[in-house]
């Protein structure tokens, strides 16, 4: 019977009584060069019949007395009753290449069947009932390692190889298993897996439209509605409190650039999803499909301020006219898989699919508190060594002091850390503040693109980080060979030093970094 299809049999057959079930007889059937067992198990129904039935196991499961068949999913490994491993169930590390040891040809093993060649790592790992190991990047290829620049430049990238999740029963301490890796020779580091949530404050706002200026867009709602651009003191705002879009439009138009932006720039959305169909997005979006039922408006809103479509008649005005957009979505990913969206969205296999700025208005966190993750930092160092621009949202507060340090904004990998700021000239007091504040840009009632054609006006730290995202865009255009460093340091030292308050004081500070955002001064 085993032998049907041909091929060597070379099968081993164990008698293996099920421990939850007496009257179960089974025989274990192993082909040598087969990392599973076929059980076959009888058991006694009526006295003169008995019932057949045949399940697939991982070798080495059924011999460890504390595993239960019952509990083994198809891949041979505890899941406690699920299918998808939680991210709060698993910790990452990165270990001294050779340290871990999977089944040949498998990325994923129960414990019993995973090597461990440090003692004191193996010790730490079983102390905490670890069920599984997996590589956190099977599909990672060491060619990998070396990446190209937007600028022509070979250029080293991180070794994922011997990164690692590590999953706990159902309860476990993924914390005390983080902190008793670290310090261990042979591992490089050792985080908690976890997830990303928005930098959003929603509400809505319609401010008047006293507003008029010179070679304006048609768009109905830039006058009425977007004062983050034109400060015409909508809402009873601080007249210029904007981020001078005008102006810089102008000073384009100078250059030639009728349409100031260009296709050729691609901004990468890293979010949940944008809405293609928007008649804000139409022609500008590629990358990933949809968006999130979860933050459904998030992604699109972020997109629209950044490069909505301008001067077509409808609906608003983005800071870049022209730049495309591509959408990378991270809704529901872990800490690998947002390293992994990010990664290749300057990256990507597809050069049609890499963008040459990034935003990312999220926060890294466990629960609704602040993370940190190597794992996520590795892929920002990366994106940086590519040469790419990425602005980040600093963070809201969200219950938590205004000093609160979120991820990725305080990375320190060559991004822009971006705070918020309102139409009267004021850091809002959503805004989180630190040393690691670059500059400060529009992020209260905000106006912009939200799914099915629809608009609303939103706050956030989210809605400030597009803002600088669409400058460094139109930087781009105008000059496609700045560095991003240079990209950097010329919104920083073209901001407007904001002395609105004695706290601010002059020059630099943690409430707005350089001040707000000039694009016409950049």
């Known amino acids: 019977v085993f032998n049907a299809g041909g091929g060597p049999t070379n099968l081993l057959v164990k008698r293996h009584s099920e421990p939850t079930n007496p009257g179960f007889v089974c025989a274990l059937f192993v082909r040598c060069d087969d990392p599973y067992y076929t059980k076959v198990c009888m058991t006694p129904a009526p006295p003169d019949s008995c019932t057949l039935g045949t399940q697939k196991v991982l070798r080495g499961a059924v011999d460890d007395p504390t595993i239960s068949t019952a509990s083994l999913n198809d891949a041979g490994t505890p899941d406690g009753g699920g299918g998808e491993i939680p991210p709060e169930r698993q910790v990452l590390a990165s270990f001294r290449q050779g340290i871990i040891g999977l089944p040949q040809g498998q990325t994923k093993a129960s414990r019993a069947l995973t090597t461990i060649s440090s003692p004191e790592i193996a010790a730490v790992v079983d102390a905490y009932g670890v069920e599984t190991i997996e590589k956190a990047f099977p599909n990672f290829d060491l060619a990998d390692t070396l990446g190209i620049s937007r600028t022509g430049e070979v250029v080293r990238l991180a070794n994922l190889s011997e990164i690692y999740a590590l999953t706990v029963p159902v309860g476990g301490n993924t914390l005390g298993l983080a902190t008793d890796l670290t310090p261990v020779d042979g591992v490089g580091y050792a985080e908690q897996n976890g997830t990303a949530q928005p930098a959003t404050i929603t509400c809505s706002y319609d401010p008047p439209c006293p507003l008029t200026i010179q070679n304006c867009p048609d768009d109905p709602s830039f006058m009425a509605q977007q004062w983050n651009l034109v400060n015409g003191s909508q809402g009873g705002g601080e007249c210029g409190a904007d981020i001078g879009a005008h102006e810089a439009w102008a000073k384009l138009r100078e250059l030639g650039d009728l349409r100031p932006g260009s296709a050729g720039i691609k ?3 890293i979010d949940w999803g944008i809405d293609a169909a928007h008649e804000e997005m139409t022609g500008k979006v590629s990358g990933d499909a949809g968006w999130s039922d979860s933050y459904p408006n998030h992604g699109t809103h972020v997109a629209g301020i950044a490069a909505a ?18 959408n990378r979505r991270i809704d529901g990913l872990d800490s690998q898989g947002i390293a992994e969206v990010v990664r290749a969205a300057a990256n990507d296999s597809n050069p049609s699919l890499r963008a040459q700025v990034l935003n990312s208005s999220w926060s890294l966190v466990l629960g609704d508190d602040p993370a940190y993750s190597a794992t996520v930092r590795l892929a ?13 949202a600093i963070g809201n507060t969200n219950g938590h002091p205004r000093g609160t340090v979120w991820y990725p904004a305080a990375f320190g990998q060559g991004q822009i850390t971006v705070g918020a700021m309102n139409r009267f000239n004021l850091d809002s007091q959503f805004s989180c503040i630190g040393d690691h504040i670059d500059v400060a840009a529009p992020g209260e009632q905000i106006y912009s693109s939200v799914p ?22 139109l930087l781009l255009a105008a000059k496609p060979w700045l560095h991003a460093d240079d990209v950097r340091e010329v919104i920083r030292l073209t901001a407007t030093d904001m002395i609105r308050l004695p706290i601010y004081g ?5 409430y707005t970094g350089m001040g707000r955002i000039d694009a016409g001064e950049a």
Do not use: C, K
């Open 452 to 473: 099915s054609n629809n608009y609303i006006s939103t706050s956030g730290t989210s809605m400030a980080a597009p803002h600088v995202a669409g400058l460094a865009s």
């Open 267 to 269: 901004i990468a959305i």
């Open 506 to 510: 002059a020059g630099e500070d943690e």
């Open 309 to 326: 479509n301008t001067d077509n008649g409808r609906g608003i005005a983005g800071v870049d006219w022209e730049a495309q957009l591509i």
């Open 380 to 392: 920002f160092r990366d994106v940086y060594m590519l040469n790419r621009v990425q602005t980040v």
